[in-house]
């Protein structure tokens, strides 16, 4: 299988959808643009959160089994994805590729 480099390209906050619709939390994402993560057969890096992974799981799993090319040619790069976690409140936005 091929190792699969996962980045944090952009972090994105919707305060006011917070404001209106989310309940106070203590905790929110903690992960930084730049922040890089890497699967190793396919599987889920230790620190990237259960929900970011929910959401890219399908195409790092694809990548590291050799796919790509998503939706026919969707990214310049096939063997890559962009993904945003499914947080509307602050969703980030990660690249994913085939580093090996």
Not at 64 to 73: K, L, R, T
């Amino acid at each position: 299988m091929k190792k699969i480099k996962i980045t944090a390209i952009r972090k994105v906050q919707h305060s006011d959808l917070s404001a209106m619709y989310e309940n106070p939390i203590e905790h929110t994402c903690d992960i930084e643009e730049g922040t890089t993560f890497i699967s190793v057969d396919g599987q889920k890096p230790e620190e990237l959160c259960e929900s970011a992974w929910n959401s890219m799981n399908y195409f790092v799993t694809e990548l590291a089994n050799g796919g790509g090319n998503f939706y026919d040619g969707w990214m310049k790069n096939p063997h890559s994805a962009m993904i945003s976690c499914n947080d509307g409140f602050r969703p980030v936005s990660f690249y994913i590729e085939v580093i090996e």
